[in-house]
């Protein structure tokens, strides 16, 4: 089991950069998947980012790629999302998440933080 929480999220203006941190407990980091997900208000909690546990692959939404980094230490437990060049459309919930398998979708994740409120003004 891990428990993971999110550190990060602000106001910022369109144009700008926030990094966003997850930090997990447990002595098993390494074995998880690990993903990025966002919810807006009104909207289905969307996929962001993930990346698989030795961080050798990554995969981005198109929404976000070529903007958003996934990165993961395995030594430190913790996973980061370096978001840059930010659009209004980006404002939402950040979700960090773990699972054995992970993919794509939000039900193929078992580990949830708690979330941070990320809000790009324009």
């Known amino acids: 089991q891990v428990q993971l929480v999110e550190s990060g999220g602000g106001l910022v203006q369109a144009g700008g950069s926030l990094r966003l941190s997850c930090a997990a407990s447990g002595r098993t980091f390494s074995s998880y998947i690990l993903g990025w997900f966002r919810q807006a208000p009104g909207k289905e909690r969307e996929f962001v980012a993930r990346?698989?546990?030795?961080?050798?692959?990554?995969y981005y939404a198109d929404s976000v790629k070529g903007r958003f980094t996934i990165s993961r230490d395995n030594a430190k437990n913790t996973v980061h999302l370096q978001m840059n060049s930010l659009k209004p459309e980006d404002t939402a919930v950040y979700y960090c998440?773990?699972?054995?398998?992970?993919?794509?979708?939000?039900?193929?994740?078992?580990?949830w933080g708690q979330g941070a409120q990320v809000t790009v003004s324009s």
């Open positions: 998440a773990a699972d054995n398998i992970g993919g794509l979708v939000p039900h193929e994740y078992d580990y």
């Open positions: 990346i698989n546990r030795s961080a050798t692959t990554t």
